[in-house]
Each structure stands twice: as C-alpha cells, then as structure tokens.
C-alpha cells in the first residue's frame, strides 16, 4: 500500500522527521567519531585514532556503511534508503510509503529508530562531556572471569541473567518490575553477571535502570543489553555504569565490529558479540580480539527461537577454532530447563543469557535453582 509518509515546504527547511538521517546514506559510525577521536591527548588513544583514519580510507574506496554490509550478508540496513525521488504538488513535495523506506523487520524497525534516538542524545551530551564523566568513573569488573569464575565453581554454565521488563515478542513479561529487587535476587540466586536491557521503546527498559542497578551495591558485572549502532554509546553505557556491552552481528559490518571492540578493550569493557547464523559466526571468528561470542537462538528478524540453533554453530571446525582460541560462548534466549541447560552445556557452551523463564518467576532468584535443577548460589 502506498501512502504519505513525509512531506515538506518546497522552498523551507524539512520539519518533519531527521532529513539527514533519513535520506542521505552516512558512512560507518566510527568515521562519524573521528573528528572527535582525532583531537584525543592520550598516547592509548592516539593511536586508534590513527587506525580510525585507515579504517575511514576503507570507506571511502566509494561504498557506503549499507553497501558494505550488504556485502558481508548483513541484511538489516541502518537507514531508511532514499526512496523514490521527491514529488511536488502545489507548495508541497512529498514521499511515497514504499518498500524500500518502510522497514522490513523489527530488527530493522528498532536500528532505524536507535539511529535517530542516538543522533538525538549526542547532540545532548558529545563525547568530549562523556569523556569528562569518564575521568570520575570507577574501574569496571572483569566480565569474562566473572563467567569463567562461575563455570569453574558449578561446573555449569556460567549465568547471564537479564533485567527485562518485556519484549516486543512476548510484550510485558512482568507487570510489577523493580529492576533493583530483581538484580539483588538474581544475585543471590547465584547469577555470575546481570544484563540490563536500556532500549527503552522496545523493551521497556533504561539506562536509569543500569544506573540504579550498579549505585545500589550489586557486584556481579553488568551487561549493557542496547543495539549499538555507533561508538558513541560504548562511551554513554561506560559512564552510566556498564561492564560489557553488546555488539550485534546481523546489524554491524566487520569493520564496525572490530574498532568497537578496540575502543571497548581501551575502556576497560567486555563486548559480547553476537551471532545467529554461521555466516555471521564466520564473520566474528575472523575478528581479531573477540572473547565472548553469544549465540542468539531466537531470530531477531522473525521472532523464531530454537535452541538446537547453538548447537547447530558449535558444530565441527566452528567449535575446533572456537576452543583453540579460548573463545567463551554464550548460549542465549529460550532457556526453560535443567535439559535445556544441560543441551546447550553439551553443545559446547561454558555460559548462558537467560531472561524470560527467570524474570517471571516471583523470586526470581529461586528462578535461577528452577532453570539449573539446583541450588547454584555460594
Ligand atoms: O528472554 P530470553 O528468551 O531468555 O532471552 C534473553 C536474551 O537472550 C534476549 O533478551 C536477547 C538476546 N539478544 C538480544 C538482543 C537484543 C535484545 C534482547 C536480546
């Protein structure tokens, strides 16, 4: 169905919607920062500065961020493309509703959304103030050994277990939320790290929640659950409190995926990246730097879930590599049981996300002992 989606005063300024975003293609976020990344003092970070400039030659050999993307398979674009060109009716030019400018799935629904929420918030707050904030921030926790620690003392999979208010699959998962509450009983239960959802629109989450969650004393390390688009937000989810961050396959190109790592690694962060088919796997294996590789089994793109998905990716020379390079990967999402624990802990995995059957549960830290048939707090 066509229809009328945006229009503008032929001869004024566009006032409806983020024209810049919406019909340019930009180029990689990372080049987006440079201009403020090149004008850093510290030595660490002169020199991704300097790999920041490479990596923007990369870009301008003439392809744009989609195009790239569409080049390693990534189907998810991070904009609205252009569109059929501008119509004009008396004083007005309008835009027809087309398939090219409407998303295709939710996945592309909440990048293209997140794209201008972003854009919005670093006109608010640029990186230089964020970089202030930094200097009075406290260390971040290790993440990684958190999960190793957990694995090694329960000979389970080490738990992820997420603050999450609802989803747009499932709607809201639990009316009466206390992110804090919840946090404290997971963590008692005997959860190795938290994740906190901060997508607000989506999942009803917020980065207030990250915020409160570390400000009322819980100690495991924090994941900030947001889709990252630009490097901005490793910077945002540092100072509101994060420990690691999360980096999704199906939405960033390589090149993406691995500067965020390198400025992940400078701020002290872990970064769980995520995968959901073997190509996107492949992609990640080949990234220099990758620790943590979650394995997704519901499809961001059509709501599917499947846990035989992680074993699937974990199979043969995918899992040799994996374990050579001491990779830890996250099983995520669909987890009910101790047999579900138990197949994905089989297939390979020394970690697990899990929300849902856990955030439901009226002490969601018994939850936790329900999920792993057993009692796994210290
Ligand atoms: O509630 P579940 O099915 O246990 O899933 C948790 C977690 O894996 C899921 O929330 C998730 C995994 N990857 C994501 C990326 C964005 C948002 C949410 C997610």
């Not at 919840?182 to 207030?208: H, M, N, P, R």
Request: with cysteine; hydrophobic share 40%.
């Amino acid at each position: 169905m066509e229809g009328l989606v945006s229009f503008r005063a032929t001869a004024g300024v566009p006032f409806y919607g983020v024209p810049s975003l919406m019909h340019r293609p930009a180029k990689s976020s990372i080049c987006r920062l440079l201009p403020i990344a090149a004008m850093d003092l510290h030595a660490k970070e002169r020199k991704l500065s300097v790999s920041c400039i490479r990596a923007q030659q990369d870009w301008e050999l003439g392809m744009y961020q989609d195009e790239v993307a569409a080049s390693q398979g990534i189907r998810i674009r991070r904009r609205p493309p252009t569109g059929p060109p501008l119509h004009y009716v008396g004083p007005f030019e309008f835009r027809l509703q087309n398939e090219g400018n409407t998303p295709r799935n939710i996945l592309e629904e909440i990048v293209w959304h997140k794209e201008k929420e972003v854009f919005r918030l670093k006109e608010k707050q640029d990186l230089v103030v964020l970089r202030k904030a930094l200097q009075n921030a406290s260390e971040t926790r290790d993440f990684v050994g958190a999960l190793k620690a957990a694995h090694e003392r329960t000979g389970l999979p080490g738990l992820i277990a997420e603050v999450k208010k609802a989803s747009p699959s499932r709607g809201i998962l639990r009316e009466d939320f206390d992110p804090v509450e919840i946090a404290q009983a997971y963590e008692k239960g005997g959860a190795a790290c938290l994740s906190v959802l901060t997508d607000e629109k989506y999942f009803k989450g917020s980065f207030d929640n990250l915020e409160a969650i570390r400000r009322a004393g819980v100690k495991c390390p924090l994941l900030c659950k947001e889709f990252i688009v630009d490097a901005w937000q490793i910077y945002y989810a540092r100072v509101k409190g994060a420990d690691a961050i999360l980096l999704i396959a199906a939405v960033l190109p390589d090149l993406d995926i691995r500067y965020m790592i390198k400025i992940c690694k400078m701020l002290g962060l872990a970064a769980l990246v995520e995968v959901h088919d073997e190509r996107e796997m492949d992609r990640v294996l080949g990234i220099e730097g990758v620790e943590l590789i979650g394995i997704n089994n519901r499809n961001l793109e059509t709501f599917e879930v499947d846990i035989s998905n992680t074993k699937k990716l974990l199979l043969g020379e995918r899992g040799q590599l994996i374990r050579q390079k001491d990779i830890i990967v996250v099983g995520e999402s669909g987890l009910f049981t101790p047999d579900d624990i138990a197949y994905v802990q089989e297939a390979g995995v020394k970690a697990v996300l899990v929300g849902e059957s856990i955030v439901k549960q009226s002490d969601p830290g018994k939850g936790i002992a329900g999920l792993f048939g057993k009692d796994i707090s210290l």
